[in-house]
């Protein structure tokens, strides 16, 4: 895990003061690659093979290689290298990486199992090749001025490169669709651009040229109809991302809450220990942080003992204090870049607790609720129809006499199904439901539907249609922008087994049945883990958010910052937000009614585009 840069075209005067704006995601060594038209750096986090000959920017014959991530599976990958002739002088897998580009080209990056962000320069060729892993786990940014392309990990090292940084003129739409902009290349700064979940590029002679190279659709496998073999399939594939993912030459630990996710995940590193008391490159240390709220509704206290109870296993329970002072939330967002409004302030701070007891990498349940329908819009819609299917008859004229009674029960389904979300459903996310139901052609035609599509979208039933657009396109590239931000603020690895894409296809070749299987959601994974996880969490139905008390703070630590802030700021006209002076008198009315709390979040909303152009853009785009 680690930050990367680098300039193609020509060199960079300001390359290395950019490069040292990444220091807090590699602070255990920095190195610069400098060619006849090239820079790469590297600031580096150890976590495999801790030697020295594992630094980066590796170079291997014609080959210079920056690279922020981990593939797991680079003792099988290097396994297969060595009987094809390849040798090795270095046990980590930034080395396997090199030589299965050599070896495979572009082909590499469906062998991956893992995270990345990466960048090869061919000093023959002089072609730059790039890649962001399969689901955007890492960070790709970049930009383009006068033939020359410099790219980083994060915004604030780019803004150091740019001739003249600006937020972008498309800010105020953007920050108004704050859960849509991070699975796309845009960003909120002008000419600077996301590399896509799932893309590699290359830029050759001041030319850019992108390329998908993974779509979860295509790569939809057979599953068994029978459920129990269907958790067992899924509780395989679980546990093996799991095992994957403990591979380390430095101590593992969990961020656990007490929720389903985290909890599964402990819980199977546990596991996996028992079974094998000894496994290869994987720490035996285990011990879960876990962030607690005594006296509110956000405490989780009772399930996180009760995991640690259950595998008796070591943890830390971290009280958090909400007495930061408003520095420390500014801090944050300088680390964040991006729009988000709670406080990133608990979460970095929960990162740095595991930091400072000596453990760099944490497996994270990032993508449980999206890959198994884990929040409760639309669940309930799919696991239920109208009482008489009878109702629906009126739809049709005419029927054949011998109709399937279970036609009409399935009908019935999909009608109840616009009914209740009538006010969100999209016309494709209903025709991809009705066609899964597998009416015969005589219901279709008389409804008049339009035939099935063949392109790869209209394979999942609506509820795995919503999943697919959560997963891909909204909440989760969102969340797993902030925690890399949040893990990396304490220079911490943060890893999330739910990303196996092995498990992410498994998962989404499944029926809507399986996600809401008994009443519960996510109930292929608490069937799959039964014997493993916790019994008190396994049967649990409550959710919790990990959230600081953002109106308490407004009306107390934030108070007198912002109010300063409001009355000296002066908001770049990109931001096309509230007037300032209009909005400081909202601010003020909100805080003189305590029951206004309401109205004081969205005060905060309408602020925050003025937090951010205060905390990051003026910090970083300074020189």
């Avoid at 971290?318 to 406080?343: A, I, V």
Wanted: charged share 20%; glycine share 8%.
């Amino acid at each position: 895990m680690c930050g990367i840069l680098g300039v193609v075209g020509a060199p960079h005067e300001a390359f290395a003061q950019a490069l040292d704006r990444l220091a807090h995601r590699g602070p255990d060594g920095a190195g610069i690659w400098t060619g006849e038209d090239a820079q790469l750096g590297h600031r580096r986090l150890s976590i495999l093979d801790l030697s020295t000959a594992a630094n980066q920017p590796m170079v291997w014959g014609r080959y210079i290689l920056v690279f922020n991530g981990e593939i797991y599976n680079f003792l099988e990958l290097r396994q297969r290298l060595v009987a094809l002739g390849h040798t090795f002088s270095t046990d980590s897998d930034t080395e396997v990486l090199l030589h299965a580009y050599r070896q495979w080209g572009v082909g590499c990056l469906s062998r991956f199992n893992g995270m990345w962000a990466f960048a090869l320069w061919d000093t023959e060729t002089r072609q730059l090749f790039f890649a962001r892993d399969r689901f955007g786990v890492k960070p790709f940014y970049y930009f383009s001025e006068e033939g020359r392309m410099a790219f980083g990990s994060e915004q604030k090292a780019l803004l150091r490169l740019q001739r003249q940084p600006a937020i972008s003129p498309h800010f105020a739409r953007l920050s108004q669709f704050r859960l849509s902009y991070e699975s796309t290349a845009e960003t909120l700064l002008a000419g600077i651009h996301r590399l896509p979940a799932g893309h590699y590029g290359t830029w050759q002679a001041g030319k850019i040229q992108l390329t998908r190279y993974w779509n979860t659709l295509e790569n939809l496998e057979a599953v068994p109809a029978d459920y129990d073999a269907q958790c067992a399939g899924w509780r395989a594939r679980f546990l093996d991302a799991c095992r994957l993912r403990n591979r380390s030459d430095v101590p593992v630990a969990t961020a656990l809450s007490g929720g389903l996710d985290s909890s599964s995940i402990f819980c199977a590193q546990h596991y996996l220990r028992q079974q094998d008391p000894a496994p290869e490159r994987q720490p035996q240390a285990l011990h879960a942080f876990a962030a607690i709220f005594p006296g509110t509704e956000q405490d989780e206290t009772a399930y996180a003992q009760a995991v640690l109870a259950h595998t008796g296993r070591p943890g830390t329970l971290l009280e958090m204090q909400f007495s930061d002072d408003f520095d420390r939330l500014m801090e944050g967002y300088y680390y964040m870049e991006d729009l988000w409004p709670s406080s990133p302030v608990p979460m970095i701070t929960l990162y740095r607790e595991m930091r400072k007891k000596g453990f760099l990498v944490s497996l994270d349940g990032h993508g449980g609720d999206e890959l198994l329908a884990g929040y409760h819009t639309g669940y309930y819609a799919l696991a239920h129809t109208l009482p008489h299917a009878g109702q629906t008859l009126e739809i049709l004229d005419a029927y054949p006499e011998n109709h399937d009674l279970g036609v009409w029960q399935r009908l019935a389904k999909a009608l109840h199904f616009v009914y209740m979300h009538r006010r969100w459903i999209g016309r494709a996310h209903l025709l991809r439901f009705l066609h899964s139901l597998e009416l015969p052609a005589w219901v279709t035609d008389r409804l008049g539907l339009p035939g099935r599509s063949t392109t790869p979208e209209y394979m999942l039933d609506a509820l795995q249609a919503m999943n697919y657009q959560l997963f891909h396109q909204s909440v989760l590239p969102t969340l797993l922008r902030n925690y890399d931000r949040f893990s990396m603020a304490a220079s911490v690895e943060s890893r999330a087994p739910f990303l196996d894409y092995r498990l992410v296809t498994y998962s989404f070749s499944l029926g809507w049945q399986s996600m809401v299987h008994g009443g519960y959601t996510k109930s292929v994974m608490r069937d799959a883990l039964k014997g493993i996880l916790t019994p008190a969490v396994a049967t649990r139905k409550s959710k919790i958010g990990f959230n600081a008390p953002n109106t308490r703070l407004l009306r107390n630590q934030w108070r007198a910052p912002l109010e300063r802030m409001l009355h000296t700021a002066v908001p770049d006209a990109a931001l096309q937000s509230t007037p300032i002076r209009e909005l400081a008198t909202r601010y003020t009315e909100a805080l003189a009614d305590s029951r206004q709390d309401a109205q004081l979040a969205a005060c905060w909303q309408q602020m925050l585009p003025l937090v951010w152009q205060e905390a990051f853009f003026k910090r970083a785009a300074a020189r």
